[in-house]
């Protein structure tokens, strides 16, 4: 099967713009020659990838498996060229929304001491699942795991963290040591859209909330709930990561708790990633063993990959 480098960088080009034309341009040719350039890569890998007609453009189940294989190889070979030219490149962490909270500066500040020839760099993602299928970092934290994940992903449960609400220092509740579910019925609730831990079903039947409002980050929703606007409930880390002193946090005593969850491939794609993946371990003790496998990968796929290393 004869797939070329250009083959591939035109279906993530087509992925990531989301139009033949839009891809054209990034790549710098005609729209016919990426049209020929699909076709091609469909006729040798012998099945459809993009159904398009005149109005729309979609990827197949097997186009968008290979889109998001054919991003991750890309990211790979411009990373290896990269440390070709520079000896190594930093160790790219990405998180949504508040990192690992009080743990984050003890963590990094460990990693610098004892690994102070590979540096890391942290990056604050809208959606830094994609990004690390597309190799634009090599390791995420998240509290939301998608409905399914990737297969080449190896998922590490680290720990079960509380669940807060956030309210306006001006609030009523705001002198309460800690709230239930219920005195937040009938208020409205802000949501942040990079923050897929909160919705209306965490509420009892007949106690749900009066309305809910998405906003688009986390300056926003602290905003909201600062003027009085509404009310939130966030992950405890977000405490630490987010203080703001026109907000109160007070724990929530019937909301249950949010996994944390450390994600890397599981074939790594930097050469630091199975140390820094120790190295959370060692932070965090009870780092997948606090919470279940949940059904994934879980533990047993990054050690079988530490191993193969």
């Not at 009310?231 to 907000?247: C, D, F, K, N, Q």
Request: proline letters at 7%.
């Amino acid at each position: 099967m004869n797939v070329e480098l250009r083959h591939l960088r035109a279906l993530a080009a087509i992925g990531d713009e989301g139009s033949i034309t839009g891809a054209a341009a990034v790549l710098g040719i005609s729209q016919p020659a990426l049209s020929r350039t699909l076709d091609q890569l469909e006729h040798r890998v012998g099945t459809r990838l993009v159904e398009r007609t005149t109005r729309r453009l979609a990827f197949t189940a097997a186009g968008e498996r290979l889109k998001e294989r054919a991003q991750r190889i890309l990211g790979e070979l411009d990373d290896a060229l990269a440390e070709a030219a520079r000896s190594t490149r930093p160790l790219r962490i990405g998180f949504a929304w508040a990192a690992l909270g009080e743990h984050t500066v003890d963590l990094l500040r460990g990693w610098r001491q004892d690994h102070p020839r590979t540096p890391v760099e942290v990056h604050h993602l809208a959606d830094p699942y994609t990004a690390l299928l597309r190799g634009s970092v090599d390791v995420v934290f998240l509290r939301a795991l998608p409905e399914r994940t990737a297969p080449d992903l190896a998922v590490l449960p680290l720990y079960r963290e509380p669940r807060v609400a956030a309210v306006s220092r001006d609030d009523p509740l705001a002198t309460r040591p800690e709230i239930a579910l219920r005195d937040l019925a009938g208020r409205t609730v802000v949501l942040c859209a990079t923050a897929a831990t909160t919705s209306s079903a965490l509420w009892p039947a007949g106690s749900s909330p009066a309305a809910t409002r998405v906003v688009s980050n986390v300056d926003e929703w602290l905003t909201s709930i600062a003027t009085g606007e509404a009310v939130g409930i966030t992950a405890e880390a977000t405490r630490h990561s987010h203080p703001l002193p026109a907000v109160r946090y007070l724990p929530l005593t019937d909301a249950g708790p949010v996994t944390v969850h450390f994600l890397a491939p599981a074939v790594p794609g930097h050469p630091a990633t199975a140390a820094f993946r120790a190295h959370v371990r060692d932070v965090l003790p009870t780092a997948g063993t606090a919470v279940p496998d949940l059904g994934r990968k879980g533990d047993q796929s990054l050690n079988r990959s530490r191993r193969d290393r």
